[in-house]
């Protein structure tokens, strides 16, 4: 069992940073999971952001993303974060964390856990 708390998000400006941060707690070792970040924005389908592998050797982005986002993690404190620099007002939507064993991926359904959301707003 697997479960994956968020915190981080809220409401800035353009051009503002914010850095969100994901908690995975499992039965497993942390270590075996891959992570990524997934947002919706508002009447939009579910996108992916980002992705880290379970050893942080690869990572992965979404061309809107790259350059301005990282993604990381500390597999001592089985988190992984994402930073968010150079905010822009399409990257308002609710923001997901989401972990598979494995791999990385860019398609949601391949992972079989996820966080509970949090909101991101940016505004001009």
């Known amino acids: 069992q697997v479960q994956l708390l968020q915190s981080g998000g809220g409401s800035v400006q353009v051009g503002d940073s914010l850095r969100l941060s994901c908690v995975v707690d499992s039965t497993l070792p942390f270590g075996r999971y891959s992570v990524g970040w997934f947002r919706r924005a508002p009447g939009k389908e579910r996108e992916f952001v980002a992705a880290?592998?379970?050893?942080?050797?690869?990572?992965d982005y979404t061309d809107s993303v790259k350059d301005r986002f990282i993604i990381s993690r500390d597999n001592a404190k089985n988190t992984v974060y994402l930073q968010m620099n150079t905010l822009k007002p399409e990257d308002t939507a609710v923001y997901y964390c989401a972990a598979k064993v494995g791999g990385i991926s860019r398609s949601g359904s391949d992972f079989g856990a996820w966080g509970q959301g949090t909101q991101v707003t940016v505004s001009s």
């Open positions: 880290i592998s379970n050893l942080a050797l690869t990572q």
